[in-house]
T-cell receptor, first 113, second 114 residues
Framework: SQQGEEDPQALSIQEGENATMNCSYK?????LQWYRQNSGRGLVHLIL?????REKHSGRLRVTLDTSKKSSSLLITASRAADTASYFC?????????????FGSGTQLTVLP | DTAVSQTPKYLVTQMGNDKSIKCEQN?????MYWYKQDSKKFLKIMFS???????INETVPNRFSPKSPDKAHLNLHINSLELGDSAVYFC?????????????FGPGTRLTVT
């Protein structure tokens, strides 16, 4: 079953604005990852945050994790047209004897020039 | 010097046919995956191999059979294709067993079954 749910499903902003995407999940996790997918391309890893971490930064990206609320957020500051893509959260949990990533349905971000 | 490559990029075929998708990674990773992405962009894992050994086999029809001839290759063979198999199939790899490491994705194979 689907583990992560992104919110909103679609987001449209002007270049230079900040974009915030949220992810909620249902069961305990080991870590949470964010990926970007440009149209017609494969997913690209953005950032990994472990369950004992609360915040992580990478360039213009800031990810927070609240395990008590089972939620994470991805903030992209000073957005650019090139940030237009789908953004997915993925949670790491056990499936049988192996850990696997379970992806959410994604947020489609459109940055208008 | 593509990290994870897949062939073909597009595959159009008729119902009932058998087809294969090939995947190769040059990252030296131990673990490889196949994912299926549907028309709503929902991405679901199908299989995972670690050191050529199958470690994750999600609820997938047995018409789908993965094969890993070596650590760098993971192919997907699909028998008796059905309309519902139409999707984008992604190969991915990671340094270690899934979930603990970032995954590197191939460009995808868009399969259309008519």
């Amino acid at each position: 079953s689907q583990q992560g749910e992104e919110d909103p499903q679609a987001l449209s902003i002007q270049e230079g604005e900040n974009a915030t995407m949220n992810c909620s999940y249902k069961t305990s996790i080991n870590n949470l990852q964010w990926y970007r997918q440009n149209s017609g391309r494969g997913l690209v890893h953005l950032i990994l945050i472990r369950s004992n971490e609360r915040e992580k930064h990478s360039g213009r990206l800031r990810v927070t994790l609240d395990t008590s609320k089972k939620s994470s957020s991805l903030l992209i500051t000073a957005s650019r047209a090139a940030d237009t893509a789908s953004y997915f959260c993925a949670t790491s949990r056990y499936s049988g004897s192996a850990r696997q990533l379970t992806f959410g349905s994604g947020t489609q971000l459109t940055v208008l020039p | 010097d593509t990290a994870v490559s897949q062939t073909p990029k597009y595959l159009v075929t008729q119902m009932g046919n058998d087809k294969s998708i090939k995947c190769e990674q040059n990252l030296g990773h131990d673990t490889m995956y196949w994912y299926k992405q549907d028309s709503k962009k929902f991405l679901k894992i199908m299989f995972s191999y670690n050191n050529k050994e199958l470690i994750i086999n999600e609820t997938v029809p047995n018409r789908f059979s993965p094969k890993s001839p070596d650590k760098a290759h993971l192919n997907l063979h699909i028998n008796s294709l059905e309309l519902g198999d139409s999707a984008v199939y992604f190969c991915a790899s990671s340094q270690g067993v899934g979930g603990e490491y970032e995954q590197y994705f191939g460009p995808g194979t868009r399969l259309t079954v008519t």
